[in-house]
């Protein structure tokens, strides 16, 4: 994974707030295109790593491929940031999301590519963002996957962590620690989903079978906060 | 399992078809299967797709009276909509493009996607989603009724409506009705294997089978110690016919998951028919193989088509001789030549 490694270390956008910072600024200077290039490059190390968990997850309620598939999404990904290195966090997160879509396949293509297209968008064109305004971004992203999913919270799919993950991340005053408050509630969020029972996607065909396992897209979702934490801190 | 590694299995057998088809285009990097002489001028393009593992289905259905493209995905995964853009571009004649889309999640998504992207190409796309296994019920706590055997039926019927020149609307029609009438059971004697996970998808134990098991291996109603043959038929035919009232004379096809052997197939075939002469139901043409299948699964299914709305489905060439054949056609051919030449 190349492209992984070399986002963190090559940044494009010469503004920085702290040279101890690292490359993508405190939170409270705002986020920069070099931030959410790290966050991305993080998540496909992490879903690299837990690739095999989130597949054997799936093979409990689903088809065995969702590590294989998000792995192949986040690769690419991290090819294509790393030889176009958009410069505002906005277009990073749109060329993320186009990548996923035109690249995973199966339902969690169109979703994660929604989520972060959508987001993008939702940033416009502003060179750093506030963790607010990513937060709300979010909010909106996630709201696009679950129209697109007609799905809702409770239905056991990623939905039930990310919508507590951005609501913690919108709700969060700059002072307290917002990205530890989103990834403690989109964990939480995730491993709720062990009680419910599936109504969309695949393991929705389970019924009352699905009931006590985690849901892989949920799992997958939390891996998304969970290195938003890291590269913050 | 005979592969190089498991991330190229798509591809590989992708290469192998190019080479061994030289009727069809076949983009190896694109993952996209073209009938060798698309576009036809004058004919609406019929394109599907859906994850790979399924095999003939999809891309072994691509030629002269059934589907002008076919998408492959990754196995089990449905592909994405840059393929399907790009199979609509390669075969839209101008008459337009008809989706046939089995009803999982994924696949759904992605085809509306490539649906919208085609359309500002300037393609007219048309979508029939398929969805006949009757063993998930059909409601609001899930994804609906799963897409299995009736696209064989779907895509061939379908197919040779297009290939006669009926305009999209009447092949989507066609398509539409056909799925409508269409109503699939299977049965799992052992569960499949993906190349991803290197073993079994999920726990089936020896002496045990799984009864309207998913075509990739998803869990049906449920699970009972090894039956025989006849008693598979006779759970299989009851499943479908207690969802399924035919009134003429169906299509059956008795379809193999991809594991088990002819010489047991047509033994059950046997049965099935057994079983649909005792509930009193003729069949007007029947097939049996492995169509639509699950890797390496062993099992079976069963797929009914009531309605048989044309004479092509029923003698199965391209162009009916007779003026009806068999007992399924509602019309003639000069009469649907002469309403294209109007029509179109």
Redesign the interface.
Known sequence: MSGTASASNSDPVPARAHPDAGSGGSPDEGLDAAFFLRWLAAVAAAVGREADRL?ALD?AIG???HG??LR?GFTAVATALDADRPGTPGAVLALAGRQL???????????YGTLLRRTGKELGDARRVSVAELGAALRAGVAAVAQ??GSAAGDKTMLDALMPGADALGASDAAGDPFGAARAAAEEGARATEALRA????A????E?SVGHLDRGASSSALLFATLAEVAR | MLINV??TVVTDALRGMAATHPELTVDVEGRVIVRRDAPVAGKVALVSGG?SGHEPLHGGFVGTGMLDAACP??????????QMVKAAAAVDSGQGVLFMVKN???DV??FD?AMELAEDEGVRVAKVLVDDEIA?TDS????GR?GTGATLFVEKIAGAAAEEGAPLERVEGIARQVNASSRSFGVALSACS?P??GGP??ALPNGELELGV?I????GRERRPMMTSGEIADFSVDAVLADLRPTNPVLLLVGGAGATPLLELYGFAAEVHRVLAERGVPVLRSLVGNYVTSLDMAGCAVTLCARPTRSCCACGTRRCARPRCGGGCSSRPRQRRRRAATGG
Request: charge should be positive.
């Open positions: 597949t093979a088809d065995a491929d294989s598939n192949r879509i035109s690249t995973v396949g199966g339902a969690s293509g169109p979703l697109l999913g109504r969309k996607g695949r929705s065909y389970l019924g079978r | 498991p991330d994850g995905g990754e196995v089990f995964t449905s592909p994405v909509p840059d999982y999640t994924g998504l992605n996607m998930v609001t706590h899930t994804a799963r993906t991803a996970k998808t999920f998913g990739h291996g998803e869990p």
